[in-house]
């Protein structure tokens, strides 16, 4: 089980990421944009508390979450987790765009629940 | 008698002038001066008659002084002059004058004879008493005569006549006066005959003048004739209508030869008829430019000259029975004349001339009718070949205008077209640089035009490069395009905007002659698609967001993580969720042919392996149908050879997945989907074959439109767009390929989609 901080701007999406997640039995700290979850993510490494993977919505006011991904991945302290987006916009530049901000994993919605879930076992794995 | 008006004077005056000369030495000479006086008398009484007679060559006067003379060396009353002309002895003069006509016959006398049998000095004391003089009787008793001195005027052995010294007295002469008048007679006889000796024979003059007046006369007519020519000439050069010149000529030739009627037949080329070209008399003449007749070019008086090549002359050409073909009826005709037109070997016709009465035309005339008629033929020639000339300067001034007109409208099209053309010659010269290519590429049209296109690579701005090499490679090797070569390019210029440009070489014929390039000035456009293209990523994440929530619940509600479901709830959470699915393949679609249409499809080619995208494909759909539960049999039939084709592994597999998708839900249950594929040349043929429901004929030309959908009622009863098919039949055009369907629309008997890749070359 694994600690898990997601940043969704959509509260819906963001309840039925955490509800799913919950539900395969992870921990979930949840953001609503990039800012916050840069913030949150430094917050938890000065506490000694970092999560195992992020999940970053792309689209996402004050911060989006391409750049959220760059500022993560510019701290040594945090590089090393592991990232992925989950995103609407699926056009190969976008996803490309992804990667490229540092991310290990490309996750198109609308997604499945249990597809998510397998997903993020996945990532979590190679890691 | 002497006629010095028929001895070139000149002549005469010379030999005269010798003779003298010559008798004045000599005499100088024998009769030295200082003899006695009476001797220096008679030798001044010389001197001076030779004086006078060298002075003169006039006979009256030679005789008037020479009479005169005599008189004075013998002091005699009377002294008579007498020449022979004609072989008649004739009194030409008597000193002093008597009151009566001179140059009178003298009747012959035995005298005379004597004296020419040995010329010399005759005298008497009483010519009544002369036998000899009888004759002359009447002649000495009208001048009183007594006494007679006889002294013969001679040259040579020749008398040319006699001197008569008459006195009323019997008297002696003295030898002296009679030496003086003896040297002055032969004085005389020289200064006399010098005229006659040179003067021709009468009867040789008179057949000089009649000659003279034979020639005048032909001089004369030749005279009229080259006048006449002359006219004509000067006619037919007076003006190019040939109709009025020839009519102006004919009307001269009718004057000329006193004509009736003149007519000009001309050989048309390829013709074996006359064409009637001009006519000036009694009969019709042709229209303006002539007419064509029935007239064989070999019969009639026109078709002898024809043959025979000369001019030839009729008396009456109704007792000629050669010329009883007349033709046309023309029997009025009675004297002909008629002539060949000839231009060196060419016969271009012939030239008629016709009298209604006959024996009108004389032999003289042909030989000047014929000249008239070689003009007239030069002037025919040459009218045609001005006409030629005429003509095809005419055309060729009307294809000039033409094509100035053309040229004019294709500038001005070019000119106010709203794309910038720019046209270069062979040479990669621009030679054409519109309004639209001044303002879309910012330039001066006196920047550019008539300069190499090579100066200006910074001018245009780098992106531009590939453009202008592709003019250059074009310009300078013939084998770098063909007459199909185009290059479209979409640029970028160094202010941000978008051009684009399509560049053709223009063939004349096989002839390069340069290229012409189209500048669009597609910022606009480009803006559009951009907000286009970001519009539907927009609207289709804004349709992602509430699907995803929709389609994440509806999941976890079935799920049971929200609690136990009845089976209805279930059942109706499976419609929600299918068409929630049905959304999102809608929402792809969408997506996919905005990026088709803006052209922003990235493809990245790479070799594949068709086996293993087929078998995924294969694999998933069977995946689909055990969860649907639906009995399918999927046949794959792919050679493990089979080489890599050319493609995007995505869509490559969207491809493929589409069609057998497409086949798995157009076959019902218990079906066959075969997946195939072979190496035809150089490409790979996939076909998709199902023995589903089939495509009528008239569907399989609509299969690929957008938004078309089947009317079966399986088709309708299968969630989609109507726009899979059209998507990929885009793709596999972006891919190089072609797709197509084959069905003979019957259900059961299936369809077969195929699709070709290129085979992958490695470079």
Same mark, same amino acid.
């Given at each position: 089980?694994?600690?898990?901080?997601?940043?969704?701007?959509?509260?819906?999406?963001?309840?039925?990421?955490?509800?799913?997640?919950?539900?395969?039995?992870?921990?979930?700290?949840?953001?609503?944009?990039?800012?916050?979850?840069?913030?949150?993510?430094?917050?938890?490494?000065?506490?000694?508390?970092?999560?195992?993977?992020?999940?970053?919505?792309?689209?996402?006011?004050?911060?989006?979450?391409?750049?959220?991904?760059?500022?993560?991945?510019?701290?040594?302290?945090?590089?090393?987790?592991?990232?992925?987006?989950?995103?609407?916009?699926?056009?190969?530049?976008?996803?490309?765009?992804?990667?490229?901000?540092?991310?290990?994993?490309?996750?198109?919605?609308?997604?499945?629940?249990?597809?998510?879930?397998?997903?993020?076992?996945?990532?979590?794995?190679?890691? | 008698?002497?006629?010095?008006?028929?001895?070139?004077?000149?002549?005469?005056?010379?030999?005269?002038?010798?003779?003298?000369?010559?008798?004045?030495?000599?005499?100088?000479?024998?009769?030295?001066?200082?003899?006695?006086?009476?001797?220096?008398?008679?030798?001044?009484?010389?001197?001076?008659?030779?004086?006078?007679?060298?002075?003169?060559?006039?006979?009256?006067?030679?005789?008037?002084?020479?009479?005169?003379?005599?008189?004075?060396?013998?002091?005699?009353?009377?002294?008579?002059?007498?020449?022979?002309?004609?072989?008649?002895?004739?009194?030409?003069?008597?000193?002093?004058?008597?009151?009566?006509?001179?140059?009178?016959?003298?009747?012959?006398?035995?005298?005379?004879?004597?004296?020419?049998?040995?010329?010399?000095?005759?005298?008497?004391?009483?010519?009544?008493?002369?036998?000899?003089?009888?004759?002359?009787?009447?002649?000495?008793?009208?001048?009183?005569?007594?006494?007679?001195?006889?002294?013969?005027?001679?040259?040579?052995?020749?008398?040319?006549?006699?001197?008569?010294?008459?006195?009323?007295?019997?008297?002696?002469?003295?030898?002296?006066?009679?030496?003086?008048?003896?040297?002055?007679?032969?004085?005389?006889?020289?200064?006399?005959?010098?005229?006659?000796?040179?003067?021709?024979?009468?009867?040789?003059?008179?057949?000089?003048?009649?000659?003279?007046?034979?020639?005048?006369?032909?001089?004369?007519?030749?005279?009229?004739?080259?006048?006449?020519?002359?006219?004509?000439?000067?006619?037919?050069?007076?003006?190019?209508?040939?109709?009025?010149?020839?009519?102006?000529?004919?009307?001269?030739?009718?004057?000329?030869?006193?004509?009736?009627?003149?007519?000009?037949?001309?050989?048309?080329?390829?013709?074996?008829?006359?064409?009637?070209?001009?006519?000036?008399?009694?009969?019709?003449?042709?229209?303006?430019?002539?007419?064509?007749?029935?007239?064989?070019?070999?019969?009639?008086?026109?078709?002898?000259?024809?043959?025979?090549?000369?001019?030839?002359?009729?008396?009456?050409?109704?007792?000629?029975?050669?010329?009883?073909?007349?033709?046309?009826?023309?029997?009025?005709?009675?004297?002909?004349?008629?002539?060949?037109?000839?231009?060196?070997?060419?016969?271009?016709?012939?030239?008629?001339?016709?009298?209604?009465?006959?024996?009108?035309?004389?032999?003289?005339?042909?030989?000047?009718?014929?000249?008239?008629?070689?003009?007239?033929?030069?002037?025919?020639?040459?009218?045609?070949?001005?006409?030629?000339?005429?003509?095809?300067?005419?055309?060729?001034?009307?294809? /000039? $205008? &033409?094509?100035?007109?053309?040229?004019?409208?294709?500038?001005? @099209? =070019?000119?106010?077209? #709203?794309? %910038?053309? +720019?046209?270069?010659?062979?040479?990669?010269?621009?030679?054409?640089?519109?309004?639209?290519?001044?303002?879309?590429?910012?330039?001066?049209?006196?920047?550019?035009?008539?300069?190499?296109?090579?100066?200006?690579?910074?001018?245009?701005?780098?992106?531009?490069?590939?453009?202008?090499?592709?003019?250059?490679?074009?310009?300078?090797?013939?084998?770098?395009?063909?007459?199909?070569?185009?290059?479209?390019?979409?640029?970028?210029?160094?202010?941000?905007?978008?051009?684009?440009?399509?560049?053709?070489?223009?063939?004349?014929?096989?002839?390069?002659?340069?290229?012409?390039?189209?500048?669009?000035?597609?910022?606009?456009?480009?803006?559009?698609?951009?907000?286009?293209?970001?519009?539907?990523?927009?609207?289709?994440?804004? /349709? $992602? &967001?509430?699907?995803?929530?929709?389609?994440?619940?509806?999941? @976890? =509600?079935?799920?049971? #993580?929200? %609690?136990? +479901?009845?089976?209805?709830?279930?059942?109706?959470?499976?419609?929600?969720?299918?068409?929630?699915?049905?959304?999102?393949?809608?929402?792809?679609?969408?997506?996919?042919?905005?990026?088709?249409?803006?052209?922003?499809?990235?493809?990245?080619?790479?070799?594949?392996?068709?086996?293993?995208?087929?078998?995924?494909?294969?694999?998933?759909?069977?995946?689909?149908?055990?969860?649907?539960?639906?009995?399918?049999?999927?046949?794959?039939?792919?050679?493990?050879?089979?080489?890599?084709?050319?493609?995007?592994?995505?869509?490559?597999?969207?491809?493929?997945?589409?069609?057998?998708?497409?086949?798995?839900?157009?076959?019902?249950?218990?079906?066959?989907?075969?997946?195939?594929?072979?190496?035809?040349?150089?490409?790979?043929?996939?076909?998709?074959?199902?023995?589903?429901?089939?495509?009528?004929?008239?569907?399989?030309?609509?299969?690929?439109?957008?938004?078309?959908?089947?009317?079966?009622?399986?088709?309708?009863?299968?969630?989609?767009?109507?726009?899979?098919?059209?998507?990929?039949?885009?793709?596999?055009?972006?891919?190089?390929?072609?797709?197509?369907?084959?069905?003979?629309?019957?259900?059961?008997?299936?369809?077969?989609?195929?699709?070709?890749?290129?085979?992958?070359?490695?470079?």
């Amino acid at each position: 089980m694994a600690k898990i901080l997601i940043a969704e701007d959509e509260f819906d999406i963001r309840n039925l990421i955490t509800f799913t997640l919950r539900f395969a039995g992870h921990e979930i700290i949840a953001t609503s944009n990039g800012a916050e979850a840069v913030e949150k993510t430094m917050q938890m490494a000065v506490e000694g508390e970092l999560p195992e993977l992020i999940l970053l919505d792309v689209r996402m006011p004050r911060m989006t979450g391409y750049e959220a991904c760059k500022r993560i991945k510019a701290d040594e302290r945090l590089e090393h987790i592991p990232i992925a987006f989950l995103s609407a916009k699926g056009q190969e530049s976008e996803v490309r765009e992804g990667f490229e901000a540092g991310a290990v994993d490309y996750i198109v919605k609308p997604f499945a629940p249990d597809q998510l879930t397998s997903k993020i076992e996945e990532i979590l794995k190679q890691t | 008698m002497f006629d010095l008006g028929t001895i070139p004077l000149g002549v005469a005056l010379f030999l005269a002038g010798l003779v003298l000369f010559a008798l004045i030495l000599f005499l100088r000479r024998v009769i030295p001066p200082g003899e006695s006086n009476r001797r220096s008398q008679r030798l001044a009484q010389i001197n001076r008659f030779l004086d006078q007679i060298g002075s003169t060559l006039d006979l009256d006067h030679l005789l008037e002084v020479t009479s005169q003379e005599i008189a004075e060396a013998l002091s005699c009353r009377l002294v008579s002059m007498m020449l022979y002309r004609d072989a008649q002895l004739m009194l030409l003069h008597q000193e002093p004058k008597q009151g009566r006509d001179l140059s009178w016959p003298l009747p012959d006398a035995p005298l005379f004879e004597r004296l020419h049998q040995s010329p010399g000095i005759f005298s008497t004391m009483d010519v009544s008493a002369e036998d000899s003089l009888t004759t002359l009787q009447g002649f000495f008793e009208e001048s009183n005569t007594q006494t007679l001195l006889v002294l013969p005027i001679v040259t040579g052995k020749d008398v040319h006549g006699f001197v008569f010294a008459h006195s009323e007295q019997a008297r002696r002469f003295s030898v002296d006066e009679i030496e003086l008048a003896r040297i002055l007679t032969n004085l005389a006889a020289v200064a006399l005959q010098s005229a006659p000796l040179l003067a021709y024979p009468s009867q040789l003059t008179e057949d000089l003048e009649q000659r003279v007046e034979e020639r005048a006369e032909q001089l004369e007519q030749e005279s009229q004739r080259a006048r006449a020519l002359l006219r004509i000439m000067r006619e037919l050069s007076s003006s190019l209508d040939l109709d009025h010149v020839l009519n102006r000529t004919l009307q001269l030739l009718n004057d000329l030869t006193d004509s009736e009627q003149s007519t000009i037949l001309l050989i048309r080329p390829g013709e074996d008829t006359f064409y009637y070209r001009a006519s000036l008399g009694y009969i019709d003449p042709p229209p303006v430019g002539g007419r064509a007749t029935e007239l064989d070019i070999y019969d009639g008086l026109a078709g002898w000259i024809v043959i025979h090549r000369e001019g030839v002359l009729v008396e009456d050409l109704q007792e000629d029975s050669r010329w009883l073909h007349l033709g046309e009826g023309l029997t009025d005709h009675r004297s002909a004349m008629g002539v060949p037109l000839l231009v060196g070997a060419e016969l271009l016709g012939v030239m008629l001339l016709f009298h209604r009465q006959p024996s009108r035309f004389k032999p003289d005339q042909i030989e000047m009718v014929q000249a008239a008629a070689n003009q007239i033929a030069v002037s025919i020639n040459n009218a045609e070949l001005f006409s030629l000339i005429r003509e095809q300067a005419e055309r060729l001034g009307s294809m /000039l $205008r &033409t094509q100035q007109v053309e040229t004019s409208r294709s500038r001005a @099209i =070019l000119e106010a077209v #709203a794309d %910038g053309v +720019l046209v270069t010659d062979a040479d990669s010269r621009i030679t054409l640089f519109n309004d639209s290519a001044q303002r879309i590429l910012g330039l001066k049209r006196e920047q550019v035009v008539g300069e190499s296109l090579e100066s200006f690579a910074g001018l245009f701005g780098g992106a531009t490069q590939t453009w202008m090499n592709t003019i250059a490679d074009w310009s300078f090797s013939s084998t770098a395009h063909d007459k199909g070569s185009t290059y479209a390019e979409q640029i970028t210029l160094d202010d941000g905007r978008f051009v684009a440009i399509h560049l053709a070489p223009v063939h004349l014929n096989e002839e390069f002659l340069g290229t012409v390039s189209i500048f669009r000035d597609i910022t606009h456009q480009v803006e559009v698609d951009r907000l286009k293209t970001e519009f539907v990523a927009t609207v289709s994440h804004e /349709l $992602r &967001t509430p699907m995803t929530s929709i389609k994440g619940y509806v999941e @976890i =509600l079935l799920m049971g #993580a929200a %609690g136990e +479901l009845s089976e209805q709830q279930s059942q109706f959470l499976d419609v929600v969720l299918s068409n929630t699915e049905r959304l999102n393949v809608l929402v792809n679609d969408l997506l996919d042919v905005s990026r088709i249409d803006a052209g922003k499809y990235d493809l990245s080619m790479q070799p594949l392996r068709l086996q293993e995208l087929a078998e995924a494909v294969v694999d998933e759909q069977m995946y689909q149908a055990g969860t649907e539960e639906k009995s399918l049999t999927i046949i794959y039939d792919i050679p493990s050879d089979l080489p890599r084709v050319r493609g995007d592994e995505a869509r490559v597999r969207q491809i493929l997945a589409n069609l057998v998708n497409n086949a798995y839900h157009y076959t019902p249950a218990d079906g066959n989907v075969s997946i195939r594929a072979r190496l035809h040349g150089d490409e790979v043929q996939v076909d998709v074959i199902d023995d589903g429901i089939g495509i009528t004929q008239e569907e399989q030309e609509r299969v690929f439109e957008r938004f078309y959908r089947g009317e079966d009622p399986m088709v309708l009863a299968t969630a989609g767009t109507g726009l899979g098919l059209s998507i990929v039949q885009q793709l596999v055009d972006l891919h190089g390929g072609r797709i197509w369907v084959e069905s003979n629309g019957v259900p059961g008997e299936g369809s077969t989609f195929s699709f070709t890749l290129p085979v992958f070359i490695d470079d």
